[in-house]
């Protein structure tokens, strides 16, 4: 087991590695507590950060790490874990190699221990489709098909692409994305694995966890209904406060300008709701709603579980709904989907015909 | 139909397929079969999930079967003949396309079959176009389908593993669906400014750029004030931007054969916004997209017969194209030697056999291939003995 095997435990030579040290999952996975923790990291960084977190300093447990998050993946089995995990292992080893590929001028790049780009190209099949032009490279369009196709953004559609005699030029930041991609359907692979209850109950703790922040996380189906009668108790009790002109705390503030903004609500919309009292602050108001939307960060925020309410003092008023939905927005779905469609009225509407 | 209709059809299928040559894909054992046989009644039985392990050797299957329509997968599997996609257990895929006058938007319901045939074969070069020069695909069967089109049949290694995303991407590519200027556009450096660049040497930048630089000859070709109004008949551009085009056409004309779009202004730019989406539309191949994104389509088998029309599916060479005649070419020798009678129930114009037939709705006595034409597509029933 060589460091550049936990670097890019993904590489069959990392598998490889694995098995001749003839390590055993199930004993590791019972007997390895720092591998576990560390496997956990690797995927709360994947649903956090969008990256597998700050490596381990043990080689041994590091790489380790990766075939038991693969089986902490599993045993959630959930379609959007295997999807951000994968992403998050392919976005880490993408930022490693970048780096080491461009330190490649000085002498590291005769050191066995560092990834050269022909390496990379060879172990995912890809040497013989990519050539070297004065411009970049070429890439067979069999081969970029394959790991593009399903790469956001306009400039990967192969329409866009300047395709000639069956090969798509790229810049080498192109091709290292393009093997970013491989990287990606690489950890994806066999996911989820078949894993053995002997296994799983070892890691019961871990998948809850998981599961929780999975919760957090959960992309809602998309909601654009605005009816406040049906809203989930804490939240109708934020809104109150907000609209008595209370002072919240920052995560409360959070907790309602995200839940609105998840059920359709412009910023717009959400200021005026808000407006009720006069002594609100609209620019605070409008900078975090815009923020939660993603206008000015990077990120999309959801709203927070009912764990996270409840570890907050949020969770307030509990009804019966409540004990069976572990998010507020499961709630209000709930309750929209309880009600005649007639009956709702749309809190917007009102406030067209309003003005 | 009649059912003396469908026995005489029947034999004489059956009679072709005891002489055709038939030249089954490569991996035939590999590949799912399927057929239509000449049942009565409405609603055609399909009969799926073959492989040559239960028909046989094709050939004598289909001389002992005689069937209406037979398809085979693009698609190759472990084991094709079981019964869902998962148990077939996929291994890999041709990349089919299929054209066909149905759906063809250059064709019009008042449209002759020849017409129709040949606005099809137009899209089909096209096509051949695309997958040749930009795709560079090596290993191209086509087919004339027997009815209103073609089918390409590409089977180089490159595309053999490709999913349904990525085949997707191909039919996008084809028929210009998202090709936009701001897709195409790229931007460089030079020295120490970025220049906005249509790419001049492959893809859809290439086509757009060859149409930019027709449009240029044209402007050139009129006087000044000519060439000033054509440019403004295009949207978003007035005088001001009109004259700076024009000016840069006159002394400039270098930078805009490289593709570089910083040199006219937003003019230039605006031009080629507008070009791109004439470029799109006329030189686009409107595939039939589900055929080629579905892995494990199911396609005519070149060298039968299709059921609605009594043509053959006819491979035609590369070469043969441009000359290759639907309505002659496709007609089968066997149908070819006599004349029959027919009770004609759906008459008009047919041209068929390098002949133009014009009937009534009664008894005839016409070339077989006519009667034969006729009885597939329902508009005729056999005469009776």
């Known amino acids: 087991m060589q460091p550049l095997h936990a670097r890019y435990p993904f590489l069959s030579a990392a598998r490889e590695a694995v098995q001749t040290a003839g390590v055993d999952l199930a004993a590791v996975v019972a007997d390895e507590p720092a591998v576990v923790e560390r496997a956990l990291g690797r995927v709360e960084g994947a649903l956090q950060e969008g990256t597998v977190g700050e490596p381990h300093r043990r080689t041994r447990v590091e790489l380790l790490s990766y075939p038991v998050a693969r089986v902490l993946v599993s045993v959630v089995d959930e379609h959007v874990l295997v999807h951000k995990y994968a992403r998050a292992e392919a976005a880490t080893a993408h930022e490693r190699f970048s780096e080491e590929l461009a330190a490649d001028t000085d002498l590291r790049s ?120 049906l809203f989930p108790p804490c939240m109708q009790h934020l809104l109150d406060r907000i609209q008595k002109g209370e002072h919240l ?107 | 139909m ?3 209709t469908r026995a ?28 239509v046989p000449w049942t009565e009644g409405p609603g055609a039985t399909y009969v799926r999930h ?58 019009s319901p008042e449209d002759t079959y020849r017409e129709m045939l040949a606005t099809c074969k137009d899209a089909l070069l096209r096509l051949l176009d695309f997958l040749e020069r930009d795709f560079g695909f090596e290993d191209l069967t086509v087919a004339f389908s027997g009815s209103r089109g073609y089918h390409v049949h590409v089977r180089d290694e490159a595309v053999q593993y490709l999913e349904r995303d990525a085949r997707r991407e191909i039919v996008d590519y084809v028929r210009a669906t998202g090709l936009t200027a701001e897709g195409l556009v790229g931007t460089e450096m030079r020295e120490t400014v970025t220049v906005r660049v249509l790419p001049t040497d492959g893809g859809w930048g290439r086509r757009v750029h060859e149409r930019l630089l027709e449009f240029v000859a044209e402007l050139e070709a009129m006087d000044r004030e000519a060439a000033l109004a054509r440019l403004q008949e295009l949207e978003g551009i007035g005088e001001g931007r009109a004259r700076t085009v024009y ?61 609605g029309s009594g043509l053959a599916v006819r491979r035609v060479p590369r070469g043969d194209i441009e000359a290759f005649d639907p309505l002659v070419d496709a007609v089968p020798e066997t149908f070819r030697s006599h004349d029959i009678t027919v009770e004609v129930t759906d008459g008009g114009r ?16 016409v070339p077989e291939y006519l009667g034969v034409f006729l009885m597939c597509r329902g508009r005729a029933e056999k005469g009776k003995e």
Not at chain 1, 135 to 147: I, M, P, S
Not at chain 1, 264 to 287: A, K, L
Not at chain 2, 350 to 363: P, Y
């Open chain 1, 110 to 229: 005769t050191r066995a221990a560092t990834l050269r780009l022909a390496d990379l190209l060879a172990e995912f099949d890809l040497d013989g489709a990519v050539r070297e032009t004065p411009e970049g490279y070429r890439v067979g369009v069999g081969a970029y098909l394959q790991h593009a196709a399903d790469q956001w953004g306009e400039e990967w559609r192969l329409v866009n692409r300047e395709l000639q005699d069956g090969e798509v030029p790229l810049t080498e930041a192109e091709l290292l994305v393009l093997l970013r991609q491989a990287v990606r359907h690489r950890v994806e692979e066999g996911l989820p694995l078949d894993v053995p209850d002997s296994v799983a109950t070892h890691l019961e703790g871990h998948t809850d966890r998981v599961e929780e922040l999975l919760a957090e996380l959960e992309l809602t189906r998309d909601i654009d209904t605005v009816v406040p009668d």
């Open chain 2, 2 to 4: 009649e059912e003396r």
């Open chain 2, 350 to 365: 047919v041209e068929l056999g390098g002949d133009s037939f014009t009937l009534q709705e009664r008894e005839h006595t």
């Open chain 2, 247 to 307: 000016g840069t056409i006159q002394n400039n004309r270098e930078a805009i054969e490289r593709g570089n779009l910083e040199a006219g202004g937003v003019g230039l730019r605006t031009l080629v916004d507008s070009l791109v989406g004439e470029v799109a539309a006329a030189e686009n191949a409107p595939i039939d997209e589900p055929v080629t994104t579905d892995t494990n389509r199911l396609i005519r088998l070149p060298g039968s017969l299709h059921g």
């Open chain 2, 50 to 107: 073959n492989s040559l392990l239960d028909l046989g050797d094709i050939e004598t299957f289909l001389a002992r079967e005689r069937p209406r329509h037979v398809y085979f997968s693009a698609g190759r599997y472990r084991d094709p003949s079981a019964s869902t996609m998962s148990e077939k257990s996929w291994l890999s895929s041709d990349l089919v396309f299929d054209l066909d006058a149905d759906h063809l938007p250059a064709t």
């Open chain 1, 249 to 355: 705390e920052h995560h409360s503030r959070f907790a309602i300008a995200s839940f609105l903004t998840s059920i359709g609500m412009s910023t717009d919309d959400i200021v005026e709701m808000f407006q009720v009292n006069p002594g609100f602050g609209e620019e605070v108001t409008r900078y975090q709603v815009n923020h939660i939307r993603g206008a000015t960060s990077p990120t999309e925020y959801s709203p927070p579980s009912c764990a996270t309410m409840q570890s907050y003092g949020d969770c307030v008023n509990m009804d019966d709904l409540c004990e069976e939905i572990s998010h507020p927005m499961g709630y209000y779905e709930a309750k929209l989907d309880d009600t005649e469609e007639e009956e709702l009225v749309d809190w917007r509407e009102r406030q067209e015909s309003k003005s």
């Open chain 2, 8 to 35: 005489y059809l029947r034999g004489r299928f059956g009679d072709y397929y005891r002489r055709a040559d038939l030249s089954p894909p490569p991996d035939a054992n590999e590949r799912e079969w399927g057929y």
